[in-house]
């Protein structure tokens, strides 16, 4: 990983007349690529995988432009199950969407070809020669351009065999017309105004995909929303306002995070830069709020996460305890304390259930300490309950919803008969077999946050699990949210949507699938309305409500969309091409 390990090991390889093939993990190679050139050494590296060790918290997403500049060869790899090898391409994607400007298509691709065929397996691949007859001819045609969102295969030929074949169409490349922004000199005394959009209000399922085009919006001095309509339906609210104007872009509601650690963990092995795991079963008084850290180190999360898009998180007390505690929501903005931009704690009763719960060597003893719990307070007043128990008077009440992390189908029906026994509401989290009992799910109007949504089935837990589970259970109609499962993804998590609707998209026979509204519900809306907070302007963007939206250059569940601006209230980060 670091800078002064590879040094070392070059010194090691000359005083030992050894060569050097590949730096693996590499994070900070990039600091020292001229020194890499110099010595024909290849690095082998993850495109966004960085912050969860020391080691890896300099990772920086345009390495591959300081490697291409220096001339040193770069490997994109994987590291199962965190970076499953299934998703290769997917990691080339996104590094050629990072370093786009110092990158071509072919350079990208190399990176998981004619690259490591060099440098590391040369003499088992065919890759230098044009002879297609070759015995080491390996072969895979893709539906649509690789490097875009959800490209898969269609065939596969390993060795001149054809080893996998799909009935699929071929996706024609779409040619984007990206947005440029433009800023006036104003400051932002007065209130902002976002003109000539195309807006996604996401106000209700008919909106979904129907965007006002052309559209201004305008944000008063208190960020609040006072008008969306045309710029002349606009103009008589419009006094000394900054102006943002982006052409064609794609306005969309702030995009909300649930189950990583953002805003409670900048360096997730290092104990002092969290807030830490509670050593108890039961932490329902534990409060999530209270262990929140806005000015955390370097806050490379929470800033990454803000800068791509992500304006609410979710935060659970961390730990794997049988009932870690209360969860809070809050807007991401770095450096600000917990107070100025907190929407809602407690946000729901957070419990984890299924293999690995600390304490409980059984999933039916879970079940029976939890029904315990709810059974002491079924009958008393809230005002009647003490600390740990008014948490749980709180769910019986369906004033806050019980949240549970919980995978297995088994486990899930289970967690459903306890909700109808005492009658709360649910929301699953995790939830990688719960397609699997979609239309139960629908009569108990349990919701369910995916998370990954691309789940590797590496756990018994996880064996059933299918990529298609975002279209599976909307199509039952269960109400269904996506969020990564760690820090590091958190700017990513527009894509996740976008995988998810190119997968529905991409099922044989065809059964319909996700649009692009439903997609970009299940990072926005869907989850508001779970957690109940869509008065707060989370999810939608509506008049009288607090501005929380992103502003993209294109389409911004594909790779053609960059973040252009992200405004929550009065605090607006932009990102022009121009200035004036």
Request: proline residues 4%; contains cysteine; hydrophobic residues 40%.
């Amino acid at each position: 990983y670091k800078v002064e390990d590879m040094e070392m090991m070059i010194r090691t390889s000359k005083e030992f007349n050894f060569s050097i093939a590949a730096f693996h993990h590499a994070t900070e190679a990039y600091k020292i690529a001229n020194i890499l050139n110099n010595e024909n050494i290849a690095v082998a590296i993850w495109p966004d995988h960085w912050g969860f060790k020391m080691e890896s918290y300099d990772s920086n997403v345009n390495a591959t432009t300081t490697f291409n500049l220096n001339n040193v060869r770069t490997i994109i790899k994987s590291d199962h199950p965190v970076r499953n090898g299934k998703y290769l391409m997917y990691e080339v994607a996104k590094t050629y969407y990072w370093n786009k400007n110092h990158l071509n298509k072919c350079q990208a691709l190399e990176m998981v070809t004619n690259n490591p065929a060099q440098f590391l397996i040369p003499k088992y691949t065919g890759i230098e020669t044009d002879d297609m007859t070759t015995p080491y001819t390996d072969l895979v045609v893709w539906d649509r351009d690789p490097l875009s969102i959800g490209a898969m295969p269609t065939q596969v030929i390993i060795n001149s065999a054809l080893v996998y074949n799909r009935d699929a169409p071929i996706v024609n490349e779409y040619t984007p017309t990206p947005a440029t922004l433009v800023v006036s000199e104003l400051d932002l005394s007065n209130g902002y105004v976002i003109r000539d959009v195309n807006a996604y209000l996401m106000s209700n399922a008919e909106s979904y995909d129907s965007p006002l085009i052309n559209t201004t919006v305008v944000v008063d001095g208190n960020g609040t929303i006072v008008c969306v309509n045309t710029y002349n339906q606009c103009a008589q609210h419009v006094r000394e306002m900054k102006e943002y104007k982006a052409p064609r872009g794609w306005l969309v509601p702030g995009m909300i995070i649930t189950d990583t650690w953002t805003g409670q963990s900048d360096v997730d092995s290092e104990a002092a830069s969290q807030d830490g795991i509670a050593n108890t079963y039961n932490g329902a008084d534990i409060k999530a709020e209270d262990g929140i850290l806005m000015s955390n180190y370097k806050n490379q999360h929470l800033i990454a996460a803000f800068d791509g898009g992500v304006t609410t998180v979710v935060a659970s007390p961390q730990g794997s305890q049988l009932v870690s505690g209360q969860s809070a929501i809050f807007n991401s903005i770095p450096e600000k304390v917990i107070d100025s931009v907190l929407i809602s704690s407690p946000a729901s009763l957070h419990v984890n259930a299924g293999y690995g719960v600390p304490n409980f060597t059984s999933f039916s003893s879970q079940i029976a300490k939890l029904r315990e719990l709810f059974s002491e307070v079924l009958s008393l007043n809230v005002n009647e309950t003490n600390a740990l128990q008014k948490p749980f008077k709180l769910v019986l009440d369906r004033i806050i919803p019980l949240s549970v992390r919980v995978n297995q189908v088994d486990h899930i029906n289970s967690i459903i008969k306890l909700k109808k026994q005492f009658g709360f509401d649910l929301i699953i989290i995790g939830g990688a077999e719960a397609h699997l009992i979609a239309s139960i799910l629908k009569a108990e109007n349990v919701s369910v946050i995916l998370s990954p949504v691309r789940v590797s089935r590496s756990y018994f837990e996880t064996w059933r699990a299918t990529d298609n589970s975002p279209y599976i259970l909307h199509n039952a109609g269960v109400k269904v949210g996506i969020s990564p499962h760690h820090n590091d993804a958190v700017r990513t998590l527009r894509w996740e949507a976008g995988m998810a609707l190119v997968q529905s998209q991409s099922q044989l026979p065809s059964n319909g699938s996700l649009t692009f509204g439903q997609a970009l519900a299940m990072v926005t809306k869907n989850i508001a309305e779970m957690y109940n907070i869509q008065d707060s302007g989370v999810g939608c963007i509506q008049v009288g409500k607090k501005a929380n939206f992103v502003l993209f250059s294109e389409n911004p569940l594909t790779f053609d969309g960059s973040c252009l601006l992200v405004a929550v209230g009065t605090f607006v980060v932009a990102h022009p091409v121009d200035k004036k």
